[in-house]
DNA sequence: AGACGTACCTGACCGC
DNA sequence: TGCGGTCAGGTACGTC
């Protein structure tokens, strides 16, 4: 399901539901297992806590506690729900927060490909599922130059390296198409084959796709919402995703499609090379 | 190291 | 109505 700028934006949502400055009373564990088992710890050590921001590293939403960070990543179908009295939960609800002022958010996620843990607070740095994320592309240190020298020598898709977490995160299966259309460049040229003011075109077209998809509430194909229940809007902006023979909006020519990575890839023929 | 396939899991949709 | 096949916004792991 979501990319940077859905992760992005349950971050926004949770902010504006008021996360910030909840104290834990309680957290309930519902499932043995999301992706990995879920650690009783969350629920031994949260309580009495307090939320004092929510941040977003790559596809990561990290709550910072003050003694803690808990890591969230929503997988294919992760969400955040907040629940009033009253609510039953439902089917794939995993976890519950509840507040000391009465607020309750639940993660709910049918694929369970999710991941929540907790780690100290100066352990963040070093755990094993973000100690080797590449640069934030919103963030200064992604640029052509960087693009440009860590492409050199690979083989693989320009396409796959931009999924790449290691390399760049954030960047999923929706938005590598839409940047690769906008950039002008074929998803399945080998990425060694960039030219310098292509690596540079292709920086400022991510960044560009991710800014507007941000601004547009992220991208809803088929479930996604935000911590506030709000659909994305950015799918009324697609240029080629999921829009197999339709014709482009340059020239006309129909959108083609292929598996690169494994996952279906859209481009058009004559305006990407 | 890098490239590739496969696995993890549920649900929606399509054709028969 | 049901059944099998396919596909879905992601990542990790094994193998060559």
């Not at 902010?15 to 297992?33: I, N």
């Not at 070093?126 to 240190?141: C, M, S, V």
Request: proline share 5%; aromatic share 8%.
């Amino acid at each position: 399901m979501p990319e940077l700028p859905e992760v992005e934006n349950v971050k926004l949502s949770l902010e504006g539901l008021g996360a910030p400055g909840q104290q834990f009373a309680k957290v309930q564990l519902l499932s043995p297992a999301l992706r990995t088992p879920l650690k009783k710890d969350l629920s031994k050590r949260l309580p009495g806590q307090k939320i004092l921001c929510v941040r977003r590293r790559a596809k990561f939403l990290l709550f910072e506690t003050e003694n803690f960070w808990i890591v969230n990543h929503l997988g294919m179908t992760g969400s955040w729900r907040p629940l009033d009295n009253g609510d039953e939960l439902i089917k794939h609800d995993h976890v519950v927060f509840e507040f000391g002022s009465g607020m309750k958010l639940v993660f709910n996620d049918p694929r369970r490909f999710g991941l929540m843990e907790m780690v100290d607070k100066q352990s963040l740095e070093r755990h094993a599922w973000l100690k080797n994320l590449g640069p934030e592309p919103l963030e200064a240190d992604f640029t052509g130059e960087y693009l440009f020298r860590v492409t050199r020598r690979l083989k693989s898709p320009i396409k796959n390296v931009i999924m790449d977490q290691k390399k760049v995160v954030g960047v999923g299966n929706i938005y590598a198409s839409e940047a690769l259309f906008r950039a002008g460049i074929k998803p399945t040229r080998p990425a060694g084959r960039l030219r310098r003011e292509e690596a540079d075109r292709l920086v400022e077209r991510i960044r560009e796709v991710l800014f507007l998809a941000i601004a547009s509430g992220g991208s809803t194909i088929r479930d996604y919402k935000n911590s506030r229940g709000e659909s994305g809007q950015f799918q009324n902006l697609f240029v080629v995703y999921d829009r197999l023979g339709q014709p482009c909006v340059n020239c006309g020519t129909k959108i083609r499609s292929r598996f690169l990575g494994g996952r279906n890839t859209y481009w058009c023929a004559k305006c990407q090379r």
